[in-house]
């Protein structure tokens, strides 16, 4: 007797109105021969409830008319994971029959799993696969090689730490993981690293078609340019203005991609690569990665103390940890970047400001040669460029420019990037070059590259590789992302607030650099800092805001989170705060996909809240105040208005004084900026008064706390902005701080570059005194006893120089006194060729050995640390520390290779010594 599968109806209308319309929309096609429905199958085991003949729901066929995938379908009201064992069964049935193994999509009509067995566990994918797709994987499972046995092209990144990144993502493609973020400092090759991956996937079959994202077009052109340098024979294209392609590598800016994705099917990459990997990405463009089912790579140069840690969870980095790290710190060490060193430049009305009555007499007259009354000149030196425009502040910035800057054998400066304020100050520099050096100018020294500027692509392509221009003003553009090695002097003609832009501003200077012309090598390069940005990330590391990687609705929560545990263990009521809880919870959406699993959970929450411990309050702060950045909740002002009432409130739970006279100073400026003709404005004049006074802050209480945020919240929305008006002037300003070091006993001090002068000056004509010098500089090791010799003659009357001092003078914290020397007397001391060769083996080494695994090649960088420190390597040296700590060679390597690297470290160090 056949069993014949029942369907109830409420599974006809699922297939009839949800599922048949999502697989004709991915271009199955029954009327085509494309599918099949309710297919009869032979279970080889089958259930005894079920019996041997059961039926398939869908079947998907290829163009050669075979089974390619099936379908489960389930009501919407069941759980589409259900039919995972039916729908095995039904593949397994086929298999049986027809040797082919097919993909399983199991759906209730709202959600949808994809499952290639073989492979993967089922994971949700935002719709059906096409043919094609389905095709393209049949494929790449029946050809694909394991990822670690296709060797690494060395021509493209042949570096140790480029192949253990690699390796990284390599090995979790082996073993079913999908989503990657590597970090790695600019200037270390994430470009080159990310083309030789793309190129071992493409060898070995794993991977057929790949997108890469950028968010500038600059960074799309810059990276399609290298692809095609280094795999000249793939076929590559650029989506833009909404038109797609059918390359096999493909590139988009973010908001391009976001005009076509929806055109696009889920399946329709196998690898996407994500360039500069942080906040936006996660805030703007996570509907790009929901919709497609491909393995993810993200790239970024943000260390990682300063990843959001959405942007962690994007790439499954949960633990806050990525799949590989490369710090600037570490990249430095290894010589493959350049460290920086930091001139801090405040011109007189930078650190003074400008106020009319202080002026000397020629000052003042001069103001008035130019229209200006005195008493309109009263700004603090931070409104440079903001409140109050100086030509004469941007002609000294200029002039200390072409003063301090590094300069080539011409005189010129090396290529520059200046970061201005807006367009409008670096047109304002701009006219200083002309004004000052007009000779220069001639020559198209200096010229602004940014967006107000026709043509700045063409102005870029110049800077980068014709000899003018050297200088490039710039608002923004050149922040990130811009490869031009060239470049050593940066300046800081702006403030900057962000952790993320200054750490991506300073990358613009850190790469490698040999002048073919002179053969000059780039040792390191020069930040000129008007504006204390090095003191302002040291004395501020969390930057301008507040959170600023936190949202304002969670910081929100988190807060009355804090509030509502203090309240509770100072016995206050907590009712009033638990409906704001409740509130904000109730205002989530619920068709949310992220807050869907949080449905249970927050019902109780919403029923019946419960009593404040620690556990609770964490568990509410971690899980589900990330959600609040989905509720659509009040406006900006509004909200932030809230944050600040809220940290008040907690400040007075918790005594803080310092910190409720800090958020009194915005709360009374936020409400005093309120519209007065604003009907609503008006109703509460008399409570806005009594906030401006002194009474109403040195009597608060909770009443009074909950009062400002009801009343005054909702107003935020009539806040009005004063626009100030900007005086212009130009008042002769010269430099007049720069980085100062106290060196002597008694407090004797001089600026960094003054004493590094004398210092150099002083040792040369003492290496034609002293025979220990001499001997240095002959290129001989010195004993103990002659370095201490050495340290007791430096370290007297005038200069007083020690270790410590020639640190301070040379920004570098690691060297040591004979490294100093070395640097004062040998022209090539910098850069040792023992360690040049050491570096280029190993690197050679790993390349002849293309198989190795990722923590084999972390063990290998630590391995030839191990050389450059203390040459030789014995087979003691595995077991004790540093490489005991990196793991142990035994469980890492066989014995062949064990003994092979011994001798090849060995044979080095004889060689390189």
Known sequence: MKLVAIITPKETVTRTELIDTQLARAGWSKQRKMLLEEVLLQIATPDQSYGKNQFSDYVLLGSDGKPLAVVEAKRTSRDELAGKRQAADYAEAIKAKTGINPFIFLTNGKEIQFWDRDRYPPRKIAGFYTRDDLERLKHQKQYALPVNEVTINADIAGRDYQNEAIRRVTEGVDAAKRKFLLVMATGTGKTRSTIALVDTLLRAKRVQKVLFLADRRELVRQAMSEFKTHLPNESLSRIEGGATSGARIQFATYPSMMQVYHRLSVGCYDLIVADESHRSIYQRYKAIFDHFDAIQLGLTATPTDYIDHNTFELFDCGDGLPSYYYSYEQAVADKNLVNYRVLDAQTNFQLQGIQGDALPEPLKQMARDQGVELDELNFDGSDIEKGVINQGTNDAIVREFMDKSRKDTRGLPHKTIIFAVSHAHAKRLYESFNRLYPELQRQGMAEIIDSHMERADATLDDFKYKTMPRVAISVDMLDTGVDVPAIQNLVFAKPIFSRVKFWQMIGRGTRLYIDKATGEVKQDFLIIDHWKNFAYFKLNPDGELDHPSEPL??????????????????????????????????????????????????????????????????????????????????????????????????????????????????????????????????????????????GFWEHLDLARLTNLQTTFAPLMRYRTVTPKNTVEINLPDSISQRSWIIYGPSGEGAFAESYREQVEAWIKRLADELPALAKLKSGENLSDDELDSIAATLNQADLFVTEETLRKAFENQTAALPEFLRHILCEDARLPDREQRINQAF???????????????????????????????????????????????????????????????????????
Request: with cysteine; hydrophobic share 45%; glycine share 2%.
């Open 843 to 913: 690197e050679t080494f790993i390349a002849q050995h293309g198989y190795l695994r990722a923590n084999q090649l972390n063990y290998l960088r630590a391995v030839k640390a191990a050389v450059l420190r203390h040459g030789r390597i014995t087979r003691a040296a595995f077991d004790e520390p540093p490489l005991s700590r990196v793991g142990r060679i035994e469980a890492l390597f066989p014995p062949q290779d064990i003994e092979e690297l011994i001798d090849f470290a060995n044979q080095w160090v004889d060689d390189a010594a």
């Open 553 to 694: 609705p969670v910081r929100l929560l988190r807060l009355r989170l804090e509030k509502w545990n203090l309240l509770h263990a100072q016995q206050f009521d907590t009712q009033s705060v638990v409906e704001e809880l409740q509130a904000m919870l109730a205002a989530l959406p619920r068709q949310s996909i992220n807050v869907r699993p949080h449905w249970d959970e927050l019902d109780q929450l919403l029923a019946q809240w419960p009593q404040p411990n620690h556990t609770t309050i964490e568990h509410l702060s971690k899980t589900i105040a990330p959600l609040m950045r989905l509720a659509p909740l009040c406006g900006l002002d509004e909200l932030q208005f809230r944050v600040w009432c809220e940290r008040l409130t907690v400040a007075w739970l918790k005594t803080d004084a310092a910190e409720q006279l800090k958020v009194k100073q915005r709360i009374q400026e936020a409400i005093a900026s309120l519209a007065d003709n604003i009907p609503e404005v008006r109703k509460v004049q008399e409570q806005r008064v009594w906030v401006a006074t002194t």
